[in-house]
């Protein structure tokens, strides 16, 4: 079974993300509840920054890391992520993320180091 599905929203044109790059994004963050995106983080929110971490290192949910590797800078998709590869059976009380929830993120990679 596959970690994610992708669907680009907008193309990038510069580098693209590699094992161990720190990766600065902007991202949404929904969960599927009955059929509908349910937002449970938004790095545009007021008091809100982009976020960093180090890319396929294992410092992010799995669907996450493999779903941006690849992007470039400048590109925006949308990662569609099933429950396994993302919080699983233990979901993510903090943020309300259901057990086993589908989750869809719109990732935009703002940089690369």
């Known amino acids: 079974m ?3 599905t992708k669907a680009i929203l907008s193309a990038g044109n510069g ?3 590699q094992k161990s790059n720190t990766v600065t994004v902007h991202a949404l963050g929904q969960q599927l509840i009955d ?5 449970f983080w938004d790095t545009h929110d007021a008091g809100q920054k982009p ?9 992010v949910i799995r ?3 493999d ?5 470039q800078v400048g590109e925006k998709a949308e990662i569609t992520i099933p429950g396994e590869f993302g919080y699983g059976a233990r979901g993510f ?7 086993n929830s589908t989750l869809v993120f719109e990732i935009e990679v703002l940089s690369i180091n």
């Open 15 to 17: 580098a693209a993300v």
């Open 51 to 59: 976020f960093t971490y180090q890319a396929g290192l294992g410092k």
């Open 93 to 99: 009380p903090a943020w309300k993320i259901l057990p």
């Open 63 to 65: 669907g996450w890391d």
């Open 67 to 71: 779903g941006v590797l690849g992007m």
């Open 2 to 4: 596959a970690t994610f």
């Open 35 to 39: 059929g509908k995106k349910v937002k």
